[in-house]
């Protein structure tokens, strides 16, 4: 592999810097829990049942949390009251969470049990859940060895194949997914319907309506699971699923993933805040507890940079990127996850017309691989700059292709000539497949046959945006990273650290806070 | 070398046809998919989808396979019909455009104060490249956003604002124009939440004291207009385009009509 010049002790600076600005933050999500923490917690003690509200299916997770927030008593977790009724009542976890949620049992109302008693107890869910996470990880590897899956973290194959479907109704996706996997594509991602990162719940059941995109259910993860492992079977090929964590459910949906043998999940530590207007504490307590899931199931997370270059110019602020992915990447070690599960993200967003352009993106590209050589970084497409020009649109794919494969990339999401039309119809998939396969296949080894000239534009310009970033990194750990963000450290954006949706399901942890999934997972 | 004429002096605008390269040979590619598995009898399918389009001399140039039941066609025939284009009336924005330092000029001469403009993306929809674009100091393309100009107020909502709050912010903040800008398409969200606007607009006596502007990728002039607002941009709309038209518009209903003839400037 080809690797720039870089200063590899301004690298291990920014790392240093990265930990620094974690640091605090940590404490902060150690004192906290929140709703759909507490609501995922249920969830993996197996409460994944809807009571019908107002002729609508409502998560039995949320009846319940909902009840005990009103009251007040989430301080020490929902797990004191929901293990003193089942003791109490002799329940196991599904039917209590039935009880609890359509009111039969009220949890506010529950008689405490000995503390001793009830650690004992809810440890002892604790490790049954986290074991059958486990059972769930062990079937998706089993399948992963049957069909020879070679996915390697370092992108020494050559880029993964990934594409996204998306036409609202999960069992059209079905057959748009098995049509790109059968065209080439090695993951796809269901996009969700927009908007549902705002939702405080997650809904319930296969839907077939959704607005630009497809709602992220458990029921849709089960549907699209099965339907890709029938066709990894077929196709004597793996086919990974994605779906996305983003927003106020963040840790229930690494839940539902975790159970439902998802192989890649979107999951930052800033997108929520910065794109959704989601509380800032809310989003870094969330994403840590998500990621602890994440962690155990060893699901790889894909990280959401790619969105600071939509609304901040690209050739201008790739120091933003590479400050984030530090960001993620010490967040995510906080969270005992290995290098190998960080799909650190970044994107071809560049103005086509600048001069040089491609040299500029080849020097953001290979410094992320260079930086970051054991996690398996994603690398996103044009689309800012996409038109409707869709031959010109499907050139730019193609050069992104290139700097991809040329950079070594893990993961490449592949663009569409339709971008800036409409979710891609599968003749656009198609067509997207045939282009990467083509450059993929024809440039396998440039990257290894090269060097870059040393001193050149493309080391010149690497070097300038790590500078940046360690300066950018300085300014973040100064200020402490609320701070920060209050004066759009990120994307041109400011959020106050109270601001934002969410904030009300942020809850101080009382004395006596029972979780035993913090230790076991 | 060629002694006789180009045949483009034998344009006739009442009878358009498309032009692959030589005048009124009506060449047309078209690409498409059939949910059946590639085979002459697919190949024959797609050509007769081609005739009922009023293609002849029809040549498929590829049948691929796209997926397991799936074949993916590109095909090349010369249309029969015409169209009348010395014939076509569209409705267009009218107003001419200006630049910035112009468009300052103007209010600051007629209007002698700044013009308050809130912009937003409403309902479900948190797409703001594009509302972004047109407001934000950085602009689109070179052309600079209306926080960059002295005399607008330009104040972006962001994304997800419901149309009642933007309208109770509006009557709040004196508010002269009010962007709105629609991506998400699905369902047609962008009519309903449009329409809704300027009928909640209309409730609240708004219409005649707030220049109400629709924009998106999806929005035309037509479809605004439709909904109930006073203009429509879309793709490839610059904030000046947007900014002239205000100004105009803001002045044409105050009797001011600038000196200089407005010529017809559509947005793109």
């Not at chain 2, 309902?123 to 797409?127: K, P, Q, R, T």
């Given at each position: 592999m080809a690797h720039l010049n870089l200063d590899f002790s301004k690298v291990k600076r920014c790392r240093i810097l990265a930990e620094e600005i974690a640091t605090p933050v940590e404490e902060m999500i150690g004192a906290h829990t929140t709703v759909a923490i507490e609501r995922a917690t249920l969830r993996m003690l197996g409460v994944n049942g809807a009571v019908i509200r107002n002729g609508q299916y409502f998560p039995e997770a949320n009846a319940i949390i909902e009840d005990l927030a009103k009251a007040k008593l989430l301080g020490q977790g929902v797990l004191p009251r929901f293990v003193s009724a089942m003791l109490e009542h002799g329940l196991d976890t599904r039917t209590l969470g039935t009880e609890a949620a359509e009111g039969r049992i009220k949890l506010s109302e529950v008689k405490l049990r000995p503390a001793a008693e009830l650690q004992a107890k809810a440890r002892e869910l604790c490790v049954q859940a986290r074991d059958h996470l486990v059972r769930q990880r062990e079937y998706r590897d089993t399948l992963r060895r049957e069909t020879k899956d070679t996915f390697d973290p370092q992108g020494k194959g050559g880029p993964l194949l990934y594409v996204i479907v998306a036409t609202g109704n999960i069992y059209d996706d079905v057959v748009q997914a098995r049509a790109a996997a059968q065209a080439g594509a090695d993951a796809i991602a269901v996009i969700r319907s927009t908007a549902q990162s705002l939702l405080d719940y997650v809904p319930h059941g296969a839907t077939t309506e959704g607005f630009g995109g497809t709602y992220a259910t458990q029921e849709n993860f089960r549907i699209m699971r099965e339907a890709l492992d029938d066709e990894s079977r077929k196709l004597g090929r793996y086919i990974r699923l994605t779906n996305y964590c983003s927003g106020l459910c963040m840790p229930e949906i690494a839940a539902l993933g975790a159970l439902e043998r998802l192989d890649f999940l979107l999951n930052d530590a800033m997108y929520g805040i910065l794109?959704?207007?989601?509380n800032m504490k809310r989003t870094l307590i969330d994403q840590h507890f998500s990621r602890r899931i994440i962690a155990l199931s060893r699901i790889v997370i894909h990280t959401g940079e790619d969105n600071y270059l939509t609304t901040a110019d690209a050739v201008e602020n790739g120091h933003q990127v590479l400050a984030s992915q530090f960001i993620n990447e010490r967040f995510a070690l906080n969270a005992?996850?290995?290098?190998?599960l960080m799909g650190l993200g970044h994107a071809?967003?560049?103005?086509?017309?600048?001069?040089n352009v491609f040299l500029l993106e080849i020097a953001r590209a290979q410094m992320t691989r260079d930086i970051f050589p054991d996690s398996p970084i994603k690398f996103m497409p044009p689309t800012r700059h996409k038109c409707g020009d869709i031959f010109y649109s499907h050139l730019m794919d193609a050069m992104f292709n290139f700097v991809g494969v040329l950079t070594g990339q893990t993961i490449q999401l592949l663009g569409m000539a339709t971008e800036a039309m409409h979710t891609p119809l599968l003749q656009d998939r198609w067509m997207s497949i045939k282009n990467a396969k083509y450059i993929f296949n024809g440039a396998r080894s440039l990257g290894v046959d090269i060097t870059y000239n040393r001193g050149g534009i493309i080391d010149h310009w690497a070097a300038k945006v790590l500078d940046e970033t360690l300066a950018h990194l300085e300014m973040i750990r100064s200020k402490g990273l609320p701070k920060a963000i209050e004066e759009k450290?990120?994307?041109e954006v400011s959020r106050k650290e109270t601001g934002g949706k969410g904030h009300d399901g942020v809850v101080l942890r009382e004395a006596g806070y029972l979780n035993p999934l913090f230790e076991v997972l | 070398m060629s002694s006789g004429k180009s045949r483009m002096s034998e344009l006739d605008l009442g009878k358009l046809k498309p032009y692959g390269d030589i005048l009124n040979d009506g060449t047309i590619q078209v690409s498409f998919t059939l949910?059946?598995?590639?085979s002459p009898e697919a190949r024959e399918a797609a050509i007769q989808f081609a005739e009922k389009m009023g293609l002849d001399q029809i040549k498929v140039a590829t049948m691929e396979k796209a997926a397991q039941g799936f074949s993916f066609f590109v095909i090349y025939g010369n249309i029969k019909a015409t169209v009348d284009f010395a014939a076509i009336k569209v409705l267009k924005v009218e107003s001419r455009k200006r630049a910035r330092d112009e468009i300052d000029a103007i209010i600051k001469e007629k209007i002698g104060r700044k013009l308050i403009v809130l912009g937003a993306c409403t309902?479900?929809?948190?797409?703001t490249v594009g509302i972004d674009a047109i407001m934000n100091m950085k602009g689109f393309a070179g052309d600079y956003g209306l926080e960059r100009y002295q005399w607008f107020d330009a104040r972006n909502l962001g994304a997800q604002v419901l149309n009642d709050e933007l309208l109770k912010l509006a009557v709040r903040e004196n508010a002269d124009a009010i962007l709105v800008s629609k991506v998400v398409t699905q369902h047609n969200i962008h009519v309903r939440d449009l329409q809704d606007l300027m009928k909640r607009a209309e409730q609240m006596g708004l219409k005649e004291k707030i220049i109400f502007v629709a924009g998106g990728p999806r929005v035309t002039h037509p479809l605004a207009l439709e909904c109930g607002f006073d203009a429509g941009f879309g793709v490839g709309t610059k904030p000046s385009d947007v900014a002239s038209y205000i100004v105009e518009e803001f002045l044409k209903r105050r009797g001011i009509l600038l000196e200089d003839k407005p010529t017809t400037g559509g947005a793109a």
């Open positions: 794109f959704r207007d989601i005992r996850m290995t290098q190998d071809q967003e560049m103005d086509p017309e600048h001069p450290a990120f994307a | 949910p059946v598995e590639p309902g479900y929809d948190a797409h």
